[in-house]
Nanobody
Framework: QVQLVESGGGLVQAGGSLRLSCAAS????????MGWYRQAPGKQRELVAE???????NYASAVKGRFTISRDNAKHTVYLQMNSLKIEDTAVYFC???????????????WGQGTQVLVSS
């Protein structure tokens, strides 16, 4: 019903930048909150940043001032611009999107497949 396709991960040196994208497609009537989470090896998945349908943003303290979340409602896409990357940012990054389905008019949360970000020294 809903597919989320992530892109933009990869290997980068500390201090570098990456931009992640997550595009939603399918039987979508409306998009709600959108967010990025990450999960490092041996750790729980944690919120990185989120953006409401109205554009209000929230960031984890560890990334505030370095990462920027944005969205393009026409494209059903959420972005995460990551600057000044640190080794501790290494993780698999997942997008999460709230979607109102066209067929059922029901809201649901959907996860992307994850994209690896590896920051080297």
């Amino acid at each position: 019903q809903v597919q989320l396709v992530e892109s933009g991960g990869g290997l980068v040196q500390a201090g570098g930048s990456l931009r992640l994208s997550c595009a939603a497609s399918g039987s979508i009537l409306s998009i709600g909150d959108m967010g990025w989470y990450r999960q490092a090896p041996g750790k729980q998945r944690e919120l990185v940043a989120e953006i409401s349908s109205g554009g209000t943003t929230n960031y984890a303290s560890a990334v505030k001032g370095r990462f920027t979340i944005s969205r393009d409602n026409a494209k059903h896409t959420v972005y995460l611009q990551m600057n000044s990357l640190k080794i501790e940012d290494t993780a698999v990054y997942f997008c999460n999107v709230g979607v109102k389905l066209r067929a059922t008019m029901a809201w649901g949360g959907y996860w992307g497949q994850g994209t690896q970000v590896l920051v080297s020294s």
